[in-house]
């Protein structure tokens, strides 16, 4: 993807300029340059209008915000939407409301045009058209399965609409939606290539195994065990839709030199200087070029990493200590978040030591990253990220490191799941996801390894959902997990922490961070953006705004 993207990057931004011109979201449409006979004169001009669909899909701002949203990040700085809607004072007025909606629908528009004008195409490749027209429609599944995720009933439609067809549109079923999103995996599962059949010059394009694993996401999502375990074991025990493993090196996984590695399932393409993204200009630890840290890991996030026993750090045999809380941890730990004494490696190899406890820096320099408060320009919990630094990235880490949306680790643990949640947890389902997965992080010892025969349904669930937080923090995925766990009333109905360098008259010296309010009766839904129900009336509210 990255030879085709940097190849038509300058068209795809002309056509996304011309797109986002209307004045409602559900028909953000393109002129009619787009869709005139003289447009459609080539597969390379097809193929932009493709492109411009992947572009579409998702974004880098998306992908790490939306983890700010979970009790994985906390924003220390600013007031953005991510943060009012944290804070529970979101209104159907949110920014974020608002520009989800409207980005999905703008890719389902970009999908549309292409679908219903690929065809004007003279002397096109069949099997060529056959595979761009299942990329577009997996595209388009993919956004409607972010709408519906969100919003619950969302306005459902198959092919372009009118701005005054927009203007009355009802919503659709959440239900219905979901089975039209099921309904296109399966019917471009069997049209797209395998990861091992595209050519190189196409990696990054969506592949069959991508369908497969984003209809395992949508019954994970649903809480259908069956079907997820169903769905799983077309990637596990088959190679029909792909061939994929874990990557030996966890921290390798996010590094540029592996991209399109054999775990990776879909990702975000990006190009050094043509599309990048520049978010760890506000993530890193100051002393190594970040501008200021809006937003870091909590204490909650670090306390879930186990001792390398496999043990919890509550427990009486784990070996931790609170005065050295981050010896003989998971490693997975080290490749996610920055912590005290952090050795950080530099572009050019060597390595920085980063001083996070106050009163600890050895000079001036390296004073900028110490805890210094909330509101200042460091940390606001003692702790900075690391999962996705680019060691490769330009000035103010402007970077052109894709993104992964699925990978292989995130199937394996769907499957764990949704065994255990069958009663169906033995051995052998133990030693193929969560052994494999441990195994590749860095543990060794058998208490870590071996499967528990004595444990409980509950305990494996903690087991599990803790490991899948772990594995996948930082990754955009955990706000997902306890909304359908129904655990986010809980979590995120409280005061976060940060390290342990506050006042010790309170939480022990852990670092009180602002309350956070979640309402069960309103916030597993976000509201329809109030500019949409302005000009259509028919869209209706959710519960509780």
């Not at 027209?133 to 009933?153: H, M």
């Not at 190679?239 to 590695?261: A, H, V, W």
């Amino acid at each position: 993807m990255k030879m085709k993207f940097l190849k038509y990057s300058a068209g795809v931004a002309s056509l996304i300029l011309m797109l986002l011109t209307s004045c409602n979201d559900l028909d953000l449409a393109p002129t009619n340059k787009f869709t005139e006979a003289n447009y459609w004169s080539s597969p390379e001009k097809a193929n932009m209008v493709l492109n411009m669909a992947y572009s579409q899909m998702y974004n880098s701002g998306y992908f790490f915000s939306t983890e700010a949203l979970s009790d994985n990040i906390y924003e220390g700085r600013g007031s953005s939407s991510e943060k009012i809607i944290s804070s529970g004072q979101a209104d159907a007025s949110n920014n974020r409301f608002a520009n989800e909606w409207r980005d999905c629908y703008g890719g389902i528009k970009t999908c549309h045009t292409f679908l219903e004008n690929v065809d004007r195409v003279e002397g096109m490749d069949e099997d060529l058209k056959a595979r761009m027209n299942a990329e577009a429609r997996f595209i388009r599944a993919y956004l409607y399965f972010r709408l519906t995720t969100w919003y619950g009933d969302v306005p459902l439609f198959e092919t372009d609409i009118t701005l005054d067809e927009s203007k009355q549109i009802a919503r659709t079923s959440h239900e219905e939606v979901l089975a039209f999103v099921r309904n296109e995996l399966d019917a471009v599962a069997a049209v797209l290539p395998t990861n091992e059949e595209y050519s190189e010059e196409d990696n990054g394009r969506i592949t069959a195994g991508a369908a497969v694993a984003l209809k395992a996401r949508t019954y994970l999502y649903s809480n259908d065990w069956q079907n997820v375990v169903n769905t799983c074991e077309q990637l596990i025990n088959s190679d029909q839709y792909g061939s994929y493993s874990l990557f030996p090196s966890y921290e390798g996984i996010f590094l540029p030199e592996n991209e399109y590695n054999d775990e990776v399932i879909l990702d975000l393409g990006y190009v050094p200087s043509l599309r990048t993204w520049g978010e760890y200009f506000d993530y890193a630890p100051l002393s190594v070029g970040a501008r200021v840290n809006q937003m870091a890991p909590t204490q909650e996030l670090v306390d879930d990493y186990l001792m390398m026993n496999g043990r919890t750090i509550d427990d009486a045999n784990s070996g931790y200590d609170e005065n050295d809380p981050y010896v003989r941890r998971d490693p997975r730990l080290t490749a996610t978040v920055v912590y005290h004494e952090f050795p950080w490696r530099l572009p050019d190899g060597t390595i920085q030591t980063i001083y996070i406890k106050p009163g600890t820096a050895p000079d001036e320099s390296a004073e900028v990253d110490e805890y210094k408060g909330q509101g200042t320009n460091s940390t606001s919990t003692g702790y900075y990220m690391r999962k996705y630094y680019d060691p490769q990235s330009l000035a103010s880490f402007t970077s052109g490191l894709n993104l992964i949306l699925i990978r292989y680790a995130d199937v394996l643990l769907m499957y764990a799941e949704a065994k255990n949640e069958l009663n169906q947890m033995d051995e052998n389902v133990w030693n193929s996801t969560i052994k494999v997965i441990r195994e590749r992080a860095g543990f060794s010892d058998a208490s870590a390894l071996n499967f528990d025969a004595s444990l409980s349904q509950a305990d494996l669930r903690e087991t599990i959902r803790r490991e899948r937080r772990i594995e996948l923090a930082l990754e955009g995925l955990r706000i997902f997990d306890i909304r359908r766990w129904e655990t986010a009333e809980t979590v995120l109905n409280v005061t976060p922490h940060g390290a342990q360098y506050g006042d010790p008259s309170m939480d022990n010296g852990y670092i009180r961070l602002d309350k956070r309010t979640f309402n069960p009766e309103r916030d597993y839904l976000w509201a329809v953006p109030q500019s949409q129900k302005d000009l259509n009336p028919n869209l209706g509210q959710n519960p509780g705004y």
